[in-house]
């Protein structure tokens, strides 16, 4: 039998809690959702300020990453590099989704909408470390 440890909603809390934090520093309107490992909502923060569309676009940078245990942003670099069928694939190749990957295993993943795709990530990778200081956003091997 496989065991492997499990995001809980405690931990999807912390994780608001300091991605939140963080894009007050910054003055900034996001929204975050907390998938887990199936691609299914654990938590979703909208933040005042954010636009009626960044709820959906934040899942959906997180469902990408959680299915695929890589960054959003690998997706979007493999679009802009030649590779645009990619762009029909189920998932949203655009930076700001990123996986949680602790000890080689998939936990879920972050997906932040609301500024720019960079800073989307900022929030995102700030939000996992504050919970998971030894995660890491790409499989290893990958």
Same mark, same amino acid.
């Given at each position: 039998?496989?065991?492997?440890?499990?995001?809980?909603?405690?931990?999807?809390?912390?994780?608001?809690?300091?991605?939140?934090?963080?894009?007050?520093?910054?003055?900034?309107?996001?929204?975050?959702?907390?998938?887990?490992?199936?691609?299914?909502?654990?938590?979703?923060?909208?933040? !005042? +300020?954010?636009?009626? /569309?960044?709820?959906?676009?934040?899942?959906? @940078?997180?469902?990408?990453?959680? #299915?695929?245990? =890589?960054?959003?942003?690998?997706?979007?670099?493999?679009?802009?590099?030649?590779?645009?069928?990619?762009?029909?694939?189920?998932?949203?190749?655009?930076?700001?989704?990123?996986?949680?990957?602790? !000890? +080689?295993?998939?936990? /879920?993943?972050?997906?932040?909408?609301?500024? @720019?795709?960079?800073?989307?990530? #900022?929030?995102? =990778?700030?939000?996992?470390?504050?919970?998971?200081?030894?995660?890491?956003?790409?499989?290893?091997?990958?």
């Amino acid at each position: 039998m496989r065991m492997k440890p499990v995001l809980t909603l405690d931990d999807a809390k912390k994780m608001l809690a300091a991605g939140e934090a963080e894009a007050i520093k910054h003055n900034w309107g996001i929204v975050m959702a907390i998938l887990d490992d199936a691609a299914l909502l654990v938590a979703l923060h909208k933040m !005042d +300020g954010a636009r009626p /569309g960044n709820p959906e676009i934040a899942i959906q @940078k997180a469902r990408t990453s959680a #299915l695929t245990q =890589r960054s959003s942003k690998v997706w979007e670099d493999w679009v802009n590099h030649g590779r645009p069928s990619i762009a029909t694939m189920p998932v949203l190749p655009m930076q700001g989704g990123l996986p949680i990957i602790i !000890d +080689g295993q998939c936990l /879920g993943a972050v997906g932040v909408s609301g500024v @720019k795709s960079d800073e989307d990530e #900022l929030i995102a =990778r700030v939000a996992i470390h504050a919970v998971f200081p030894n995660a890491v956003f790409v499989r290893p091997g990958d």
